[in-house]
């Protein structure tokens, strides 16, 4: 893949930060692990060449993993940061490889970077998701059977322990990812840093299997700083529906681009037409969400949320306040999900008064509340925008999230 200017500027950072936030995660071992029989090595290739081919095709909302954690913009950054980690790298010499057996599995490990085993393990979790219009996203292994014969106890092990990994990489990650960012920069009319203290090991909590979680309020501004400093690309969709939800009745949809200190800057039309092909492979990251009114016709909501476009880590805040901050965990009923309590009082007053914005949550939805963040190529977006509807309505769930 080739890359644009702004990719190029910031490919080898990526790949410094993805060392670092699994600077204790072999991949490879990880994967030996798993492979003992013919069928484990048919599944292994299988997923590595289903990987490749949404890499090449740069369908990356394929890699738009279910953790058992409210970790979904992390996600969606980590997966960002791995894609542009390997941007360069030629996917058909790994394609052109040989099937992997037990007799060469040193050989071909040595061809296949540690990135793509781990956008492998991303592809597994969310080709095993699927959604509850009741109870939002559910894991279901079995799943990995459509595409090989792994039997039930190896497909739920081997999801389990992806599962594990990427949510314990992203909750200590939020650490790295603050790292990348002038502690003093301007989120959501605060110092970083004060967001940033509560990302700390200390303020994250741990389920009975050791799974890490951190506070999604103050996690997603960790990641929107982020987004800003490394000029990323971000897509804020905005589902129209009736009031039962039943009925949709248009779509809303801006490019932004993080301007590398302050904020984000909407993407003109113009921009967008001088876009080079190789450009439609660099990874976005979409914020998707829903207005839900019977009243309301599309020309208005865009003309209200086109308002809050250099007020984005506002409008993201006002969706989080009403959102559980750690969900609740099935297995573990003494896990504890209550909200951390700030101890600044610009804080608390900056969360009180972002309560106070109308329409930003599950229960009064009148105007735009976050649903989920995901990644996508800006080819994808692009083919969106031209009508073809390439990408998933989002939806409302439960406020009150439960992970399985």
Not at 221 to 234: G, N, W
Not at 257 to 274: M, P, R, T, V, Y
Not at 315 to 336: G, M, N, Q, R, T
Not at 364 to 393: A, D, N, R, W
Request: proline content about 4%; hydrophobic content about 40%; glycine content about 4%.
């Amino acid at each position: 893949m080739l890359l644009s200017t702004d990719t190029i500027t910031f490919r080898n950072q990526a790949s410094d930060l993805i060392n670092n936030i699994f600077e204790d995660v072999d991949f490879h071992n990880f994967w030996k692990n798993h492979l003992i029989s013919e069928e484990h090595f048919d599944f292994f290739n299988k997923t590595l060449d289903m990987t490749l081919k949404s890499l090449s095709q740069a369908k990356y909302i394929d890699f738009d993993a279910h953790t058992t954690s409210n970790c979904c913009h992390g996600i969606a950054t980590l997966t960002r940061s791995l894609i542009l980690s390997i941007f360069e790298l030629d996917l058909s010499k790994i394609r052109n490889l040989q099937p992997l057996t037990l007799e060469n599995i040193n050989e071909i490990f040595q061809e296949i970077p540690y990135q793509i085993l781990a956008l492998m393990g991303l592809y597994i979790l969310a080709f095993v998701g699927k959604v509850d219009p009741r109870k939002g996203r559910r894991t279901c292994p079995t799943k990995l059977k459509e595409y090989s014969s792994v039997g039930t106890k190896f497909s739920k092990k081997i999801v389990r322990k992806f599962q594990k990994l990427f949510s314990n990489g992203v909750a200590l990650g939020y650490l790295k990812f603050f790292e990348e960012c002038d502690a003093k920069m301007d989120i959501s009319s605060l110092p970083l840093s004060l967001w940033g203290k509560y990302i700390q090991k200390n303020f994250l909590r741990t389920d009975f299997k050791n799974i890490y979680y951190a506070p999604c309020l103050y996690s997603m501004q960790i990641i929107l700083a982020f987004l800003i400093t490394s000029r990323a690309k971000v897509v804020i969709i905005n589902d129209l529906m009736t009031s039962d939800r039943k009925t949709h009745k248009g779509r809303y949809l801006r490019i932004l681009q993080g301007d590398g200190a302050n904020g984000f800057k909407l993407i003109s039309s113009k921009e967008l037409s001088l876009i080079e092909p190789v450009e439609k492979y660099e990874p976005v990251i979409v914020f998707g969400g829903c207005a839900c009114s019977d009243s309301l016709h599309l020309d208005l909501l865009s003309k209200e949320m086109d308002k809050w476009l250099f007020q984005f880590s506002k409008l993201i805040l006002a969706c989080d306040v009403h959102y559980p901050e750690f969900p609740k965990v099935l297995d573990d009923p003494s896990f504890d999900s209550s909200r951390i309590p700030p101890k600044e009082s610009i804080l608390k007053n900056i969360i009180q008064e972002s309560k106070k914005i109308p329409g930003t949550s599950s229960s009064s939805p009148s105007f735009f509340f976050l649903t989920h963040v995901y990644p996508t190529s800006l080819g994808e977006i692009l083919e969106e925008k031209e009508g073809k509807k390439v990408l998933p309505l989002s939806s409302i769930f439960s406020s009150e999230m439960i992970f399985s």
